[in-house]
Structure formats: structure tokens, C-alpha cells
């Protein structure tokens, strides 16, 4: 059965303090790797695709980078408007398009 | 931007009871999609649906469950008798396509508490 793994499960960093979350995979096959940001009460918002190993996107603090089995989101001197809830999608090869979510890693940035 | 819209934001319903969540997909996608989130896990899928009918669904999506699209805008997902253990927090989401890498569009969601 395909399986996404995010680590750690919560963060906590001061504000300035660099670091980054892991989502790792299992899956027959990837189409694609997707992260999402969430805040509370809120639904996922769209950050990044990655589709191919060696593959690395950009977005202001955020950095995300795919290997053949996990993905890391970056995060560069991080502000506390960063504190939110991670989460790392997976579409696997196959008939289904349909991604499996993994279950997120809450990050907190104290000011 | 264009974004999702969800109503109602909250949602309380007795056990038993009906109930219809809605949403309003962007204007220009073709697929949509339910999922949902009960507090503290992960995000479920449930159905996806895309030229009228049912495209996709999960073990969750069972026969108390359906979903329409009433008209050229609205999308709804009816729990015909609820369960204590469906309260959860509810995602409408629609993307343009469906294909490797299509993005999804969610909507801010709405919060079912059954008692």
C-alpha cells in the first residue's frame, strides 16, 4: 500500500532559526510529490509540485527538493507569519490521479 | 483570485439527521472533489466527480453518502443519516484537469459536529 510519511510532527523554531521538514514516500511509481500549506481552520493551500528526482522549486523562504524517495521543504530564516501545518502529498503511478495526503507537520515560529 | 466557497462554515446536527454540505467550485474547472478531516489526522479522500457522475470514491464514501452538482455551480455532498463519527472538518476541492501533477483548489471547509 502506498505510504507518505512527514517528520518531525511538530517544530518549533525562533525566528531566523533554519530547518527543514521531510516527507518520505512509498509508492510503486510518482507522478507527482505536492506540498501544501495549511492554517488552522483553513483548508490546504497550494505550494509546490515536484515530478522528477533532482527536481527543486522556490518560493520567498520556502524550498522544496525531491530525492527517489523523500522530499524536504526548507525553510530560511523562518517569521513567525510561516507558523503552519505542513502537508506533503503523493499521486502515484497507476489508474488513480487521486493524491494520499500525509498527516503534516505542525510548525510554530516564536518571534 | 478565484478560490472555492464553502458554506455553511459550521455545521451541528443531531445524530440521524441529514445533512447537505455545499460548494462552489471555481468557475472554470471540471473536477471535484470531497475530502475530509477528522481532528488531529490527516486528510481523507472521499469522492471525486467530474462530468456528472461519481469518477472516483473511497472505502469512506459509503451508501450514506452522495453527491450532486444541482445546477452549473453548486456542488453538494449529502450524509444521509449522520454518525457521531463523521464529525469532522469537510474540504470541497476542484481542479481544472486531472492528469500528473493538476494541483487542487481547496475551499476553507465546513466543521460537522454531530451529537
Known amino acids: 500500500e502506498d505510504q507518505v510519511t512527514q517528520s518531525p510532527e511538530a517544530l518549533r523554531l525562533q525566528e531566523g532559526e533554519s530547518s527543514s521538514l521531510n516527507c518520505s514516500y512509498t509508492?510503486?511509481?510518482?507522478?507527482?510529490l505536492f506540498w501544501y500549506r495549511q492554517d488552522p481552520g483553513k483548508g490546504p493551500e497550494f505550494l509546490f509540485t515536484?515530478?522528477?528526482a533532482g527536481e527543486e522549486k522556490e518560493k520567498e523562504r520556502l524550498k522544496a527538493t525531491l530525492t527517489k524517495k523523500e522530499s524536504f521543504l526548507h525553510i530560511t530564516a523562518p517569521k513567525p507569519e510561516d507558523s503552519a501545518t505542513y502537508l506533503c502529498?503523493?499521486?502515484?503511478?497507476?489508474?488513480?490521479?487521486?493524491?494520499?495526503f500525509g498527516r503534516g507537520t505542525s510548525l510554530i515560529v516564536h518571534p | 483570485e478565484p478560490e472555492v466557497t464553502q458554506t455553511p462554515s459550521h455545521q451541528v446536527t443531531q445524530m440521524g439527521q441529514e445533512v447537505i454540505l455545499r460548494c462552489v467550485p471555481i468557475?472554470?474547472?471540471?473536477?471535484f472533489y470531497w475530502y475530509r478531516q477528522i481532528l488531529g489526522q490527516k486528510v481523507e479522500f472521499l469522492v471525486s466527480?467530474?462530468?456528472?457522475?461519481?469518477?472516483?470514491k473511497s472505502e469512506i464514501f459509503d451508501d450514506q453518502f452522495s453527491v450532486e452538482r444541482p445546477d452549473g455551480s453548486n456542488f453538494t455532498l449529502k450524509i444521509r443519516s449522520t454518525k457521531l463519527e463523521d464529525s469532522a472538518m469537510y474540504f470541497c476541492?476542484?481542479?481544472?484537469?486531472?492528469?500528473?501533477?493538476?494541483?487542487?483548489?481547496f475551499g476553507s471547509g465546513t466543521q460537522l459536529s454531530v451529537l
Open positions: 515536484l515530478y522528477s
Open positions: 502529498a503523493v499521486q502515484a503511478s497507476g489508474g488513480s490521479y487521486i493524491p494520499t
Open positions: 466527480f467530474y462530468n456528472n457522475e461519481i469518477s472516483e
Open positions: 468557475s472554470n474547472h471540471l473536477y
Open positions: 476541492a476542484s481542479s481544472a484537469s486531472q492528469g500528473n501533477n493538476e494541483k487542487l483548489f
Open positions: 509508492v510503486s511509481g510518482l507522478r507527482g
